[in-house]
């Protein structure tokens, strides 16, 4: 095991007995939802895990040391302190200066990847941003996933990013894309975007097939699973047209760039929403974690 990192006991002893496991991201809480939502929704996504026989494993940067499985003082903090929002290039800076941070779906995934564990849940993935051409703007969980073996459970990405182009990307990193049920890619509150997807599988069990055989070819990129938000939980198509487009004329007009771009979207679309926006982001975590749980029992079951 890497000494850097620190496994919690339950985490350490799940995997060493091959029972499922499944990463949880940081960011989602620090800087993704509201205070103090946030903190009741870490605790909820971790034991509806536990209520199916899955391990969580959620993942942050504590005064230096990577976590692997937090405690509840750990998730209380993640939720409560003003954490730095931490990508891959964060976690060195972090260790050697004992900060913490929370950890973007890109750190989460590689430490995850690092303490063995291959399934992973979170909200939306990062993606290429509008006017990224301009900008450079690219998450950097999408360079993370083409090196990083790890299945990631999304609904996708949110329309306020390029979703076309962060689908060409990934198929640039050579990132396998599924949908679960459905070949119409997801933009996270709504069900559907503008974007087909050429392959769609319909079980838990069919995405470990599809991880074994990755497995089998010598492939060491992430897995990316869409899942759509269930129809009687999506937001309503014209309040979200709305004030998505109401947030991104905001964001233009204030300058906000770079890293802060995301959590200033999320939060400004769940004030312009009245918080709708905020239940259907619960809803689709939820749900999210949940495929994830059967993907990682089912990926546990093969030994
Ligand atoms: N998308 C969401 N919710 C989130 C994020 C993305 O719908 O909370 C967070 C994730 O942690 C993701 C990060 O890894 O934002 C991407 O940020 P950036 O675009 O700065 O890479
Ligand atoms: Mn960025």
Redesign the pocket.
């Known amino acids: 095991m890497n000494p850097a990192l620190h496994l919690s006991d339950e985490v350490a002893e799940a995997l060493f007995a091959g029972r499922p496991v499944v990463a949880l991201?940081s960011?989602?809480i620090s800087?993704?939802?509201p205070r103090p939502r946030n903190h009741a929704a870490a605790i909820e996504f971790e034991e509806l895990l536990r209520s199916t026989g899955v391990t969580p494993a959620t993942i942050a940067v504590l005064d230096g040391v990577p976590r692997i499985g937090l405690d509840a003082e750990g998730v209380r903090r993640i939720a409560e302190e003003d954490l730095a929002?931490a990508?891959v290039r964060d976690l060195p800076i972090l260790a050697a200066r004992g900060a913490s941070g929370?950890?973007?779906?890109?750190?989460?995934a590689h430490l995850a990847a690092k303490a063995g564990i291959r399934v992973f849940a979170?909200?939306?993935?990062?993606?290429v941003?509008r006017g990224a051409s301009e900008t450079f703007?690219?998450?950097?969980?999408l360079s993370t996933l083409a090196v990083t073996p790890i299945t990631v459970v999304s609904?996708g990405?949110?329309s306020v990013?390029d979703i076309a182009a962060t689908l060409e990307r990934l198929e640039t990193y050579s990132v396998p894309v599924v949908g679960l049920g459905t070949t119409v890619f997801p933009s996270?509150w709504l069900r559907e975007s503008a974007f087909t997807l050429d392959w769609a599988v319909d079980t838990a069990e069919q995405v470990a097939d599809v991880m074994a055989a990755h497995d089998a070819l010598g492939h060491t990129q992430g897995i990316v699973v869409a899942n759509p938000i269930p129809a009687d939980q999506a937001w309503d198509r014209e309040e979200h047209d709305r004030v998505l487009s109401t947030a991104i004329g905001e964001a233009e007009a204030q300058g906000i760039r770079?890293?802060?771009?995301?959590?200033f979207l999320?939060g400004r679309i769940v004030e312009l929403s009245d918080g709708r926006s905020l239940e259907v982001?619960l809803d689709l975590a939820r749900n999210n974690v949940r495929v994830a749980g059967r993907i990682a029992a089912a990926w546990a079951a093969r030994g």
Not at 102 to 108: E, K, M, R, Y
Request: no cysteine; charged share 20%; net charge negative.
């Open positions: 991201e960011t989602i800087h993704g939802l929002k990508s929370a950890t973007t779906v890109a750190a989460t979170t909200g939306g993935l990062g993606g941003h703007d690219e998450s950097a969980d609904a990405v949110k990013l996270f770079g890293k802060a771009v995301t959590p999320l982001n």
